[in-house]
């Protein structure tokens, strides 16, 4: 059973930073690709930012310059540093991740996280 726990969440004011992490555990074969996704209150999920294992990294149009994603396959997680946050970025922030869990097939299977709550207040 794969699992996604994500931590780092919290309160913070306007121009303040956060680091999100991921950690994902379980028997798998390996992961392919592993992000962020957010929902605010009365709003769709979307991408915040997303790597691939081989390094291809995608960000949300709305935090892109703001936010940087990386990963360490060694630990299977994956860390997101949010700089600058504003009262918009306050959302539930859910991990996922498209994982392999067998080397010998090519079926991959998407999971996520619980999520974290990220508030900006003033």
């Known amino acids: 059973q794969v699992q996604l726990m994500e931590s780092g969440g919290g309160q913070v004011q306007p121009g303040e930073s956060l680091r999100l992490s991921c950690a994902a555990s379980?028997?798998?074969?390996?992961?392919?690709?592993m992000g962020w996704y957010r929902q605010a209150p009365g709003k769709e999920r979307e991408l915040v930012a997303l790597?691939?294992?081989?390094?291809?990294?995608t960000y949300g149009h709305s935090v892109k310059g703001r936010v940087t994603i990386s990963r360490d396959d060694a630990k299977n997680t994956a860390y997101l540093q949010m700089d600058m946050l504003n009262f918009d970025d306050t959302a539930v922030y859910y991990c996922?991740?498209?994982?392999?869990?067998?080397?010998?097939?090519?079926?991959?299977?998407?999971?996520w996280g619980q999520g974290t709550q990220v508030t900006v207040y003033s």
């Open positions: 996922y991740a498209v994982i392999r869990p067998h080397a010998a097939t090519n079926t991959a299977l998407a999971y």
């Open positions: 379980g028997n798998f074969f390996r992961i392919d690709s």
């Open positions: 790597k691939s294992r081989v390094d291809d990294t």
